[in-house]
């Protein structure tokens, strides 16, 4: 399965937008990826100065993610939470379409996105990397951004996860880490890549399960990895063991800028591209960039909080929140205290939760001025709020310590108390007929025109 596969699907339900206005990479098709990231896919056509399209905002709304899972949003986490349970290991190939076209190095000659305003050049944002351990017995699949430093090199930001374990073990050997470098993949590995199965599960198995077995790998040509038997551009290249550059600063999940850092260079050995590759761009801080890292997340918290109270109805790590610091859950509670052991288990779930809201399951947590109005008329500060103070929290946070990595959690009781009548708590409802429904349905149609 692949990214174009997918965009058939989405251009067949008008979800793709072409645009044929000339547009340069350095911050004129950005700038139109902000202005639009609550709409379509964007798929850029006359790129300036590169004969190659630009594809972007693939994984902007929510409702498009679970459409390449062909799953209904009730059934997302579910899906991820047993396809990081089940993992499977994908077919490897030898006939790919990534292979049709292999060349040298040139990253000038790929429209690679300068963003934002100070940025210190331009960075792929988009690329799923995968390496294997030196001994070749573990993988590992992970989302980094990279810095173009000249036409081979690119200097990698190594968050210490996994991919950093895999470098340090060759590191240790004086060895340097090959990776593949895979752009323009399916949704489903983007997905799989942004989640965090335990070190020594392949992220490649996760998508494999979330495609229905429909994965398949090649193996490099110049190096030990594996990539995308069907991406559209896939770079070589080898973390080196000795060799750093400055990194940054970057613009991160919060939309504020990343401190500059010495991160290992990346040195690029080989390139392969389907002959009409698509370039696939993601904007740093955009919804694309907080769906992608917080809907795992939010499969977490809707796993921890299942043990703590009957049901679950629905999580939402707000965009507004950076898709990482704010949660809504909806919950169905038995007993008062349901509600504060909810709070609890979704801060164990998901260690970064800065601010969590708790409301009943006739809340839309998704809807965020209903979610206010629960707030306004079930919750009391004095009983229903509980402030967590110097607890380990997200750095990317300005306002949290930086030094010590500390933060303030607070969460918000919105549930109602089961004591109190719930009559009082009910939203009034009117009756409404069909004729009546038919027509509001006229009108908005008339608007939408
Ligand atoms: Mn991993």
Redesign the pocket.
């Known amino acids: 399965m692949s990214l174009r596969s997918f965009l058939e699907k989405m251009e067949a339900q008008n979800e793709v937008a072409h645009i044929t206005d000339k547009m340069s990479p350095r911050f004129e098709i950005p700038s139109v990826i902000n202005a639009l990231a609550d709409g379509p896919i964007l798929m850029f056509e006359n790129v300036d100065g590169y004969p190659v399209k630009v594809v972007g905002n693939v994984c902007g709304v929510r409702s498009r993610i679970c459409q390449a899972l062909n799953v209904p949003p009730e059934s997302l986490y579910r899906r991820l939470n047993d396809a990081l349970e089940s993992p499977k290991p994908p077919k490897i190939v030898e006939e790919a379409p990534v292979k049709k076209v292999q060349e040298p190095p040139v990253l000038s000659k790929i429209p690679v996105l300068t963003h934002f305003e100070k940025d210190p050049g331009a960075y792929i944002t988009s690329a799923v990397i995968s390496a294997r351990s030196v001994d070749g017995v573990t993988e ?3 989302i980094h951004r990279l810095q173009v430093l000249d036409d081979r090199h690119l200097a990698i930001r190594l968050v210490p ?3 950093f374990k895999l470098w340090s073990m060759a590191k240790e050997e004086k060895r340097d880490l090959e990776i593949s470098i895979s752009i323009g993949v399916h949704p489903a590995v983007m997905l799989a890549a942004a ?9 490649y198995g996760v998508a494999n399960t979330l495609l229905g077995g429909n994965l398949q790998l090649t193996k490099c040509e110049k190096i030990e990895a594996y990539a995308p038997a069907e991406a559209e551009l896939v770079l070589e290249g080898k973390i080196s063991f000795d060799r750093e550059a400055e990194e940054g600063p970057f613009v991160d999940i919060t939309g504020t800028y990343d401190i500059k850092r010495t991160q290992p260079v990346v040195e690029i050995v080989n390139i392969m591209h389907r002959e009409d590759y698509l370039f696939q761009a993601l904007l740093p801080g955009g919804p694309e960039h907080r769906l992608l890292m917080g809907l795992p997340r939010e499969a977490a918290i809707y796993n921890a909080v299942s043990q703590v109270v009957p049901r679950v109805n629905a999580v939402n790590l707000s965009v507004g929140g950076c898709g990482w610091l704010h949660a809504v859950i909806s919950i169905e509670k038995q007993m008062d205290g349901d509600s504060k052991n909810a709070l609890l288990a979704a801060f164990a779930g998901h260690p970064s939760l800065k601010h969590v809201v708790v409301v009943d399951s006739d809340i839309d947590v998704f809807n965020l001025q209903e979610v206010e109005w629960a707030i306004a008329l079930r919750f009391q500060s004095k009983e229903d709020l509980i402030v967590i103070p110097n607890a380990r929290g997200s750095t990317l946070d300005p306002s949290a310590d930086q030094e010590k990595g500390l933060t303030s959690k607070m969460g918000i009781d919105a549930t109602r108390p089961l004591s109190a009548p719930a009559e009082n708590f009910r939203k009034a409802t009117i009756p409404t007929s069909k004729r009546a429904a038919e027509t509001v349905k006229k009108i908005l149609g008339l608007s939408k025109k």
Do not use: W
């Open positions: 590992n699949v992970s996860r996994h991919l989640s965090s199965p335990p070190f020594g599960v392949s992220e």
